[in-house]
């Protein structure tokens, strides 16, 4: 059965993305900054190392609980920069709107922007707009492409993560993939799930203050921690071991999961890291990560090993193993 | 989420190990099958095959009602998204299953209207909101979903909406487990039967398997804890020589079930013979509209020609449903069958055995 239309799920983050993207995309156009398969390329300009990323968003409800659509757009662009060490500089942003959108919605989601910007300390240097007739798109969506420059001595790539490694992360799990999907379905909780959408390179830049030799740093956004972790074990060509119990999960997103029947394993967030950093400075990171403001949660999740290249696995809470694969199918459409 | 957690802990799951490990002979092997697919995904969840003694097997049964859905079902689904103004709404996982020629999900990207719902209620709400428009519900599911279907017909019925209909693939899962003994070459030793499915049909509703067939049931919740104590229980009963039905899941299961929900369900449908995927036609195992609902059945509203059927001779679906083949040992497992290009149902569906054991299982660890 030949598939001769594109399909929810390649838009997922997962599994299905990422077989378009190879396929496709990569194969199109073909080079070797894109066959590395990082959040942002980094290219030699007059002698420095700059990272360049884009990123478009489509993010239904455009505002939600701890964010918009606005400064999910500059927090997403600035991650990725920062996900390969660099210092993130200048972004562009583009404008897809659709035509009867209110303009206080615009208003407020472009004021969210540049305060995002102000906060980040990047500059958002040129744009574009279009309006599309009522119904050729929902609302609005937002392109972001961004710049910034990689510091000399810093080596961060999927491809880097080494047998022994420990796995850390700055904090709970789940929790911008949650607080979107419940704003959407009208699901309220006891405490209202909140985005943890939040710019990550200041924390970066402390972190690699403390260790410059950190492996990797992939923000675990679209398909969750389990398809960032599967990306970097294929990049990597190592096995990476998880442990259940260690994993963060907020008890409003575990209950809400529970309730979907889904796995925090794979929901979004936007304001997470995870890092592959030798073992034997591990502590020494997660005492650094504990103190800045977007890591008090911080945690070691796991360990890289020899065993099972390409693939993640868990240790269950009673003592049983199994896999984690990559996100499948359209778990939940629409989130970034 | 706290009440959870205390069926999940560490330490007492070890001891229920330990226990079941005293019990288990040493000198032969014990036959147990989960028959739900929910139970399937949560023991591969909680990695707890690894963890029992060897001589205890687990085999995963036909409780996957994505799974057990016939081709031809899922063909006649798709014809009617073919038809002009008809909408197609359905449970998520059905629409990635492949059909003799096509899947609901690849009409839908050829322009079908094909919708996913969370619950018979939202196929109704489209109705309502699209009166011009033809509104089919594909009811797939055991008896847990069934009474909700009924419910929403009846809702229909009350509110006069005309463009409401469902096509009943509703599956029973009492006759499907007599069936799969019938066959006779599984030498099961006991069932782990389904807490969903038994909240209606109560515990009782397997006393007839024990009695026919001499094979103990326990009814278990989907927690790691509750597995183990289901496992445990029903290694019990099959050393000690005592068939029975038990119910470990009593916080949500009773010996009675749920009447009015078997009521409702009663008053609409009725027991008919039905086509599973892999065990073929078996008596009495599916439901059909009553003749005073039977307006509401959309294979007579729409006069559906006979759709001709083609099975995929390299999936072993039917197998593995039956417990009678591993996915590992199907050759297109993993190789050319995967969740992003299934052969077979049991791959698509979220509680698919061939899906569970791709998503969660490694000969390695
Ligand atoms: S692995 Fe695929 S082809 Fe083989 S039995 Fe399972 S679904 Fe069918």
């Known amino acids: 059965m030949k598939q001769r239309t594109v399909q929810l799920d390649q838009g997922s983050g997962g599994r299905a993305t990422h077989e378009l993207v190879k396929g496709l995309f990569v194969e199109a156009f073909r080079n070797e900054f894109l066959l590395e398969m990082n959040d942002s390329a980094l290219v030699q300009l007059n002698g420095g190392r700059i990272a360049m990323s884009t990123d478009s968003y489509v993010v239904d409800p455009v505002i939600f609980p701890g964010g918009n659509i606005g400064s999910l757009a500059v927090h997403g662009t600035v991650n990725d920069l920062a996900m390969r060490g660099a210092r993130p500089l200048y972004l562009t942003a583009g404008f897809i709107l659709e035509e009867g959108l209110s303009l206080e919605t615009l208003e407020q989601v472009v004021r969210a922007m540049g305060e995002a910007a102000r906060e980040s300390g990047v500059l958002i240097v040129a744009g574009d707009t279009k309006v599309v007739p009522r119904g050729k798109a929902d609302k609005l969506f937002i392109n972001t492409a961004g710049v910034g420059v990689v510091p000399p001595g810093i080596h961060v790539a999927g491809q880097n993560a080494r047998p022994g490694d420990a796995v850390l992360i700055n904090g709970t799990i789940g929790d911008h993939g949650m607080a979107v999907l419940c704003k959407r379905e009208g699901l309220a909780f006891e405490n209202e799930i909140r985005s943890d959408s939040a710019p990550l390179h200041d924390l970066v830049r402390q972190m690699l203050e403390v260790c410059p030799r950190i492996h990797v740093l992939r923000d675990p956004t679209r398909g969750g921690v389990a398809t960032t972790l599967n990306e970097i074990a294929q990049q990597s060509s190592v096995g990476i071991r998880l442990l259940e119990e260690a994993l963060p999960i907020g008890e409003d997103v575990a209950g809400a999961c529970e309730l979907l029947g889904l796995d925090p394993l794979y929901v979004a967030n936007e304001g997470k890291l995870l890092a592959c950093v030798p073992a034997d400075e591990a502590e020494e990171l997660l005492q650094v990560m504990r103190r800045h403001p977007l890591g008090a949660k911080s945690r070691r999740i796991g360990e890289v090993t020899v065993e099972e290249p390409g693939r993640v696995f868990l240790k269950t809470r009673i003592g049983g193993h199994r896999l984690v694969d990559m996100l499948r199918g359209e778990q939940l459409p629409r989130i970034c | ?365």
């Not at chain 2, 399937?40 to 859905?69: E, Q, Y």
């Not at chain 2, 196929?123 to 279907?149: K, M």
């Not at chain 2, 009782?204 to 067939?213: F, G, Q």
Request: hydrophobic share 40%.
């Open chain 2, 1 to 365: 989420m706290k009440y959870l957690d205390e069926y999940r802990d560490p330490e007492l799951a070890r001891r229920l190990l330990s226990r079941i490990e005293e019990i288990a002979p040493g000198d032969r092997v014990i036959r147990l099958m989960e028959i739900c697919g929910t139970h399937t995904v949560a023991i591969f969840r909680s990695g707890l095959r690894h963890l029992l003694p060897s001589t205890i097997r687990l085999i995963s049964g036909p409780g996957c009602p994505v799974c057990v859905t016939a081709n031809e079902d899922i063909d006649r689904a798709i014809w009617l998204a073919k038809q002009p103004g008809v909408i197609v709404t359905t449970f998520g996982d059905l629409v990635r299953v492949p059909g003799s020629t096509s899947s609901l999900n690849v009409e839908r990207s050829n322009g079908a209207d094909v919708r996913i719902v969370y619950a018979t209620i939202d196929a109704l709400q489209i109705a309502r909101a699209t009166p011009d428009r033809q509104v089919v519900f594909v009811g797939i599911g055991f008896e847990t979903t069934a009474p909700t279907v009924a419910a929403a017909v009846k809702q229909a019925a009350a509110e006069g909406l005309v463009n409401f209909s469902v096509l009943p693939v509703h599956k029973l899962l009492p006759p499907a487990m007599g069936a799969l003994l019938e066959e006779g070459n599984l030498q099961l030793n006991g069932f782990l039967c389904p807490g969903h499915v038994s909240t209606v049909i109560g515990a009782s509703a397997y006393e007839d398997v024990v009695n026919r067939y001499g094979i103990s049931c326990v009814v278990a919740g989907f927690e790691p804890l509750d597995l183990l104590h289901g496992i445990y229980l029903l290694v019990e009963c099959v050393v000690k020589g005592t068939p029975q039905v038990l119910n470990q899941y009593r916080r949500a299961v009773s010996r009675d079930g749920n009447a009015a929900a078997r009521r409702l369900m009663d008053e609409v449908f009725e027991p008919a013979d039905s086509t599973w995927r892999g065990l073929g036609p078996i008596p009495l195992s599916g439901l059909r509209f009553r003749n005073s609902w039977r307006r509401f059945d959309a294979g007579e509203r729409f006069s559906m020609p006979v759709i001709q059927v083609r099975e995929d001779p390299a999936c072993r679906c039917g197998d593995v449903l039956r417990g009678l083949m591993e996915p590992p040992q199907c050759t297109l497992f993993r190789k050319v069958c995967n969740p992003q290009n299934p052969k077979g149902p049991c791959m698509v569906s979220g509680e698919g055995t061939c899906g569970a054991y791709y998503r969660y299982h490694t000969e390695s660890l």
